[in-house]
């Protein structure tokens, strides 16, 4: 395998890769609805750059030989009955990212590089293509990704625990009384759930402005619904545009987000028993993501009771580069009482209270194998501030308190 490495296309490879666009080219002929012609809506676009890159349909990102397999295989998935179907369909989807002209080649790694690796749509000038067919090696190919799927179905049945010296272990499976329910919709309504059910509601908010991820999400959207994963009803309209995002610089984005945000808070409280919990992380570079956050989970009437850093899944990833922060900031917060913005607010207390916890976490991750940097110390301390201004350690009288927002704007100098 260390042997690997690029052949010039020959004219026999060049003669099949014809051959298959003739062949694609007959099938959408004869089996219109096995392709999507979703084209890339261009209004409301966080990201411009697909359309920069002159795409206009999103089977622009195949080529004709991707297509085609993908065309075939929807038609030879659809034959099954469920529950295989489905979980076929699902590694349809989930082959996707390794079967596009965004899949690219990691030289150093001798590995292909999905779509998303990076999480945004980027120009691949050489792109990858594997045998969709190829098993055992092949990184995302068709079989692979089954057997994936199959490897988190065996999980399910007989699962494992990571251990703090390497390695897993087992632990009893645990069946809840009730059939898990799983609904894919906004976090903002969550009318299915009864009033005062829940005992913790564990989420990952968006980021603010960091990730447009329904917008690159929609790469999935036309063939998720070519295979019925997805309903025509559930269009980008609901998907995509449903989804919370600000803008930096942008007021008016950055309003709608927050009301957004508090809005889904609100239903967390809601659903929460009295004693229930409210876990997330969180990460920012800017102070006003960590007040937007901070806003809305004051209007939805939390009180964090405890903070502390996490390592993120930045510092693994392509994402890293200097000054990337490594870890994020997980809060924990308990139903208190509504704050308006102005009751945000950090005394010499609070204050106080955030150096020491930041220099605690600073010395006892000294030695972790992440880096516990000088922005990771810095998000600390934006999340600290937070949650003193959710009453970490209590209410801070307004005559004795800067605004969290002054605060937050000060914290990195
Ligand atoms: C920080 S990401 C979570 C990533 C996730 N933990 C993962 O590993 O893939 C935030 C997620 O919130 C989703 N989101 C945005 N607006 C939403 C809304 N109104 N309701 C529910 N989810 C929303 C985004 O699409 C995104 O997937």
Known sequence: MTRRRFVRARDADKERYEEAT??????????????PLDPIADGDR????????GYRRWTDLFNDRQIFHLSLLAEGIAEFDEPVRRALAVAFSDHLT????????????RRLTPLFSIRAFRHVPRPVELNPWCDGTGRGTYPNTVRKLMRASDFARAPKEPVKKGGFKSVPLRRSASAPNIVCA??????????????????????????AY??????????????????????RERIVLGSLIARRNDAEATTRFTAGLSDAFAEVARVLKADGL??????HAVPDAWYALTIALARAAFRATHILPAPGEAGVGLHAHEGTGLWDAVFV????????????????????????????????LKRARLPFTDTDRLALRRAGLAAVALGLVGDVPDHDGSLLQDALNASAR
């Open 22 to 35: 003739l062949l694609c080219t007959d099938r959408r002929r004869s089996h219109p609805h096995f392709f």
């Open 46 to 53: 966080f990201d411009s750059r697909l359309l920069d890159y």
């Open 98 to 109: 390794t079967n596009c002209m965004m899949t690219a080649y990691a030289a150093s790694w």
């Open 186 to 211: 906004t976090a903002q309504d969550l009318a299915f759930v009864a009033d005062g059910a829940v005992d913790m509601v564990l989420t990952d908010p968006p980021y603010f402005d960091n990730i």
């Open 214 to 235: 329904s917008e690159l999400a929609e790469f999935f959207l036309p063939w998720m619904q070519l295979v019925g994963l997805v309903s025509e009803n559930d269009g």
């Open 278 to 283: 409210l876990v997330f992380s969180f990460r």
């Open 333 to 364: 917060l308990r139903k208190g009482r509504a704050r308006n913005d102005a009751d945000l607010r950090v005394g010499p207390t609070g204050e106080a209270h955030v150096e020491t916890l930041v220099a605690g976490w600073t010395r006892k």
